[in-house]
């Protein structure tokens, strides 16, 4: 006899008590107990429509029979260590899960990274937030796990069809992440817990003969008409190499700027792409979860509430993006001179600040006036907001902001409210430091926003400057079956910064996809 699958409610309160659990499975399925054996949750979500309440889809095994354990992924890795090998640019998640993939069928990854290992990075996060210092090798967006090791660790992604989504949550539990991840229909592994994660992947590298070299960077690269020869590398003794392999994965993210302008000069095809660009907003968690749950206060495990918010203003999309409940904003500028924020949170998410960028859709049309800067034209537009934001502020990594309710009248904020923005904030006319094609239309989503989400607004939010990395403004085309630049057979563009993922589950199932391709290639 096989498993039963049930879809039941259980309350908060009875979360992690199994004979609560069991009493629930009984009634709600109508079940006797002699037909009940072992009860697995397949899946959980929150359902706060009502009373909030979780919705479990359980597994129920007949009294005896146990569940055969699944193997593990990490099994199919492979010795490679006399493997023909792959270059990977980026140790981002599209740079591991590539290696990784790599690995399982045979072929040796050597990964350069610029940045530092996690360990290492955290010094750099650490002159950021409390000096203003931006190394622009090692912070936020750059070093081992890209920019989603410190960052809210949030898993899902619109894009599932685009890959192998459960081998990419199976391999980060597999490699330390909690395993709820495998059941929630929001997944979450918080900053606390990532770094640990990223630190065995790439222990799981090493172990099967990759390579990983942190503090190197790609400066330099040869080509013919139709490959690349070689890649001049640069380490952190300033002394440059040459390295040449089967294949070339560029995985280098969306703020390697420095990358997009090597292969301009190299002649090496790229597009302009849409993107989006605005601000951070900061609510107090305790108003969300009244707004969301409806209760004065949070039921015990219920998690912090979070919110996604979308309107239309002239007709360009406005919407809430990356929301982190409970969590922190970050500075995640890549370069001295600019300002750029992020969110984050830890593992619990357990910060009294709740914070989401809210942006702007950006498309090709809107950048007329950066029309001279030709495929940079976005990305001369985001530096330019960024530069302005920097400007506007007292040279260190103090954000601009203004209280919500004067953001949208247009005003100076006299006082602002609390944030768990370390650099700190600094009172700013930002109706008239944004760009007026997005000033306008934040103007109008906030209020469109009140409407749906009755307290949204409000003077205890903070709106920062500025979220400008969204996504890619670049993309690096590739072609749909190979994954092969259309110049150079040996180039596969990957991830993020190659405009081919969103997130970090995306960039990962990108990983792995770019990473069978590169082996059909090299096999064939
Ligand atoms: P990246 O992660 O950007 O990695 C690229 C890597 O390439 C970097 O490590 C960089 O140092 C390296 N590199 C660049 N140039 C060179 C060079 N010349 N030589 C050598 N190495 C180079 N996404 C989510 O899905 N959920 C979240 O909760 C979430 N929160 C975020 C919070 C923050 C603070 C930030 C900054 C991002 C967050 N994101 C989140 C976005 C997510 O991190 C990215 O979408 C994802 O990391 C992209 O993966 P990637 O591998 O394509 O590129």
Redesign the pocket.
């Known amino acids: 006899m096989g498993s039963t699958i049930l879809e039941i409610k259980l309350s908060p309160a009875d979360l992690h008590n199994e004979e609560a659990l069991r009493r629930a499975v009984l009634r709600q399925g109508s079940l006797a107990p002699a037909d009940v054996g072992e009860i697995h949750v397949e899946r959980r979500s929150v359902d706060a429509r009502g009373r909030p309440v979780f919705r479990l889809r359980v597994s129920i095994l007949p009294p005896g029979e146990e569940r055969s354990p699944e193997t593990p992924y990490s099994s199919l890795f492979k010795d490679v260590s006399d493997a023909p090998e792959v270059v990977i ?8 899960f590539a290696a990784l993939e790599l690995i399982e069928l045979g072929l040796r990854p050597i990964i ?4 530092k290992d996690v360990q290492a990075r955290r010094r750099s996060l650490r002159a950021i937030q409390q000096f203003g210092e931006v190394d622009p ?1 090692s912070n ?9 090791t ?8 619109r894009s599932l069809k685009r890959g192998n989504y459960l081998k990419a949550l199976h391999l980060l539990a597999e490699h330390g992440a909690q395993p709820d991840i495998l059941i929630d229909a929001h997944p ?1 592994i918080g900053s606390n817990k990532l770094p640990k994660v990223v630190a065995n992947m790439r222990q799981s590298i090493l172990d099967y003969g990759g390579d990983i070299r942190f503090g ?4 330099e690269l040869e080509r013919t008409k139709e490959d690349i020869q070689a890649l001049i ?1 640069t380490n952190e003794a300033g002394e440059d190499y040459r390295l040449t392999a089967s294949a070339y994965i560029f ?6 700027r ?2 997009y302008h ?1 292969l301009h000069r190299h002649d090496i095809r790229m597009e302009a792409k849409p993107f989006a660009l605005g601000v951070r907003i900061e609510h107090p968690q305790a108003l969300i979860d009244k707004i969301q749950y409806r209760q004065e206060q949070r039921e015990e495990n219920l998690p912090a509430s979070s919110y996604k918010l979308v309107t239309q203003v002239k007709d360009r999309g406005v919407f809430s993006f ?1 929301m ?1 409940p409970g969590g922190l904003v ?1 500075p ?1 500028s890549t370069a001295p001179g600019e300002i750029v924020v ?4 830890l593992s619990r998410r357990d910060s009294p600040y709740a914070n989401s960028g809210t942006v702007v859709a950006v498309e090709l049309e809107d950048l007329k006036p950066f029309a001279k800067h030709g495929v940079f034209a976005g990305l001369e537009f985001q530096r330019s907001v960024e530069q302005t934001m920097f400007q506007a502020s007292d040279g260190s990594q103090r954000a601009p902001a203004a209280r919500l309710t004067d953001f949208a009248n247009g005003r100076v904020s006299s006082s602002l409210p609390e944030t768990s923005y370390i650099p700190g904030l600094i009172s700013s006319p930002m109706h008239e430091l944004l760009p007026s094609s997005i000033y306008s239309r934040l103007q109008q989503g906030v209020k469109d926003f009140s409407r749906k989400m009755k307290g949204y607004f409000t003077e205890e939010a903070n709106v920062i400057g500025t979220e400008s ?1 969204t996504s890619s403004p670049i993309r690096i085309p590739r072609n749909r079956e190979t994954f092969q630049h259309p110049d150079l057979n040996n180039l596969y563009p ?5 405009g081919y ?8 199932m ?2 792995q996809n770019v990473a069978q391709a590169v082996f059909k290639c090299v096999v064939r």
């Open positions: 640019i980026g140790c981002g998640p599209a740079g591991m350069i990274e610029r940045g090798n936020y967006c750059f070093g081992e796990g890209g920019a989603g410190y960052s809210d660790g949030k898993l899902y992604t979450h190197h960077r790609l400066i590398i995985a280098t993210g969306h703020s390697a420095d990358v090597l990356c982190c970050v995640a992020n969110g984050m949170s990395r990957c991830g993020e910064g190659a993922a969103g997130g970090i589950l995306s960039a990962a990108d990983g």
